[in-house]
């Protein structure tokens, strides 16, 4: 068993089928954890005996003769940011590292569950998802299995670690910012940013970041995406921005893909200074894809201007919103120092602001499908600059700049899926990655390329070491 080149369809092909029972894979699965774990403190909490205890009630099942799911025996670690029945959701705050654990699942985790997936525990993640880097107060900094002495990125930055070393081959994120594409860039995986509102969030109030955001499962490629996805998407009545099912199976597009037809390639989408490795790296991948049969259109501008402003405008007032109320209070010091801006500024705006951010959101999609006018894919780098060393910002040429994660967010204001794929490392050892970006509610065509673009590049997805 080896989650690094183990698919996640090959593994539950094995447990349904009864060449490995689901206890064995979920051991595997411990034992990685325990060698691991310490160093890279992906996971912040797991309990090895409950998950024995659902593997072993899946082996029973499949020896009465039940086909279990698509997702049978996979082990899976759970973003600290939604509920799995039976852990805390501390959301990366001391305030709420020692809550009570949660007594039902998430949407997500419980389709993930249906689907005979074994949830191992919670792993780490920014205070409330805040930022692009993981680390918090009350459990510390996640380190990046590439390179122990950099993030992994974030916010789903624990989750991204934990697949990339092979503690498990499955995991779930949430993208209100880029807080998928980032980590599983900096990471060597294959991320989606799903459509916002594929995945049901179901809560009486709406997320902690308001409409920027959404959820989904992440994998080591392209096919481990779909897979998963494929078993979890879908409305839920609770969510009341939930999209419809396209009928479409993703796993099906994955495995007839071909190279795409046009793209266009936009190395600064118009406004962003982009580090010159990580220029190169994704230049090399878009030749590549080219020199396959690729028409590749080249595009300066797609944005005018870096959409950060109205962007932090949606982000602040969330931010307010969900904890403003400890303004002034005694909790206000237990918070990271870094959120305490985000919540102030929040603070400050107004309902114009607010809604001049929106139109912001509809001004940039207006751009986008301009540009989808010429080809149905828009590449670019999925970060500017290289990932932080910890405790520092990302750095572009060797200098540090906060922002280094420049092409992510403007995805979010627009809702578009976007994926990103490995082009090869840094002189650091650290990986690359190309954003996809599709039309909307175009993930199949977006995986497709993503998994295309895999087989073109050809990049060897295993850290150092591991």
């Not at 689901?22 to 160093?39: G, K, Q, Y």
């Not at 230049?283 to 020199?291: P, S």
């Amino acid at each position: 068993m080896d989650f690094l080149s183990e698919s996640v369809a090959t593994i539950a092909a094995a447990v349904n089928s009864g060449q490995v029972s689901a206890r064995e894979v979920t051991a595997h699965a411990i034992a990685r954890i325990e060698a691991l774990n310490p160093a890279l403190n992906a996971f912040v909490a797991w309990d090895g005996d409950r998950a024995l205890d659902q593997a072993a009630a899946l082996d029973r099942r499949i020896a009465g003769g039940e086909t279990v799911g698509p997702l049978a025996g996979v082990p899976v670690g759970i973003k600290d940011l939604e509920a799995a029945a039976g852990f805390t959701t501390s959301f990366g705050s001391d305030l709420h590292a020692a809550d009570p654990p949660a007594v039902e699942d998430s949407v997500l985790v419980g389709r993930l569950r249906s689907a005979g997936a074994v949830v191992m525990g919670k792993t780490n993640t920014p205070e409330y998802g805040h930022k692009g880097a993981t680390d918090n107060v009350p459990f510390g900094q996640t380190t990046n299995p590439w390179s122990v002495g950099h993030s992994p990125g974030g916010s789903s930055g624990g989750t991204a670690a934990a697949v990339a070393a092979g503690m498990v081959p499955l995991g779930t994120g949430s993208d209100g910012g880029g807080s998928i594409r980032i980590p599983a860039s900096l990471c060597g995986l294959s991320g989606l940013k799903t459509e916002t509102a594929r995945i049901p969030i179901v809560g009486r109030r709406m997320p902690g970041s308001g409409l920027l955001s959404t959820n989904g499962p992440m994998g080591r490629t392209a096919m481990d995406t779909a897979v998963a996805l494929d078993a979890v998407v879908g409305p839920d009545g609770r969510d009341p921005l939930a999209l419809p099912h396209t009928g479409e199976c993703w796993t099906d597009a994955v495995a007839a893909a071909t190279v795409p037809e046009r793209v266009i390639w936009s190395p600064t989408m118009g406004f962003a200074k982009v580090d010159s490795e990580v220029l190169a790296s994704c230049t090399a991948a878009v030749e590549a894809l080219a020199a396959a049969g690729t028409e590749v259109l080249e595009v300066d501008e797609v944005f005018p201007t870096d959409p950060v402003d109205p962007w932090l405008v949606l982000w602040g007032i969330a931010r307010f919103k969900a904890q403003g109320h400890l303004l002034g209070t005694d909790d206000w010091e237990r918070l990271s120092d870094t959120i305490r801006p985000q919540i102030e500024y929040g603070a400050r705006l107004s309902g114009v602001d607010h809604a001049r951010a929106h139109d912001a959101c509809y001004e940039l999609n207006w751009r986008l499908e301009d540009v989808f006018e010429r080809a149905p894919l828009i590449l670019t780098p999925s970060n500017a600059g290289q990932p932080p060393r910890l405790g520092q910002d990302g750095e572009i040429d060797g200098e540090a700049e906060v922002g280094w994660v420049r092409f992510t967010y403007g995805i979010n204001m627009t809702r578009n899926p976007a994926g990103t794929v490995c082009t090869g490392l840094t002189s650091a050892g650290t990986p690359i990655g190309l954003q996809l970006i599709g039309r909307h509610f175009a993930e199949g065509e977006v995986l497709a390329a993503m998994a295309a673009a895999e087989q073109v590049i050809g990049f060897d997805r295993r850290p150092p070491g591991l």
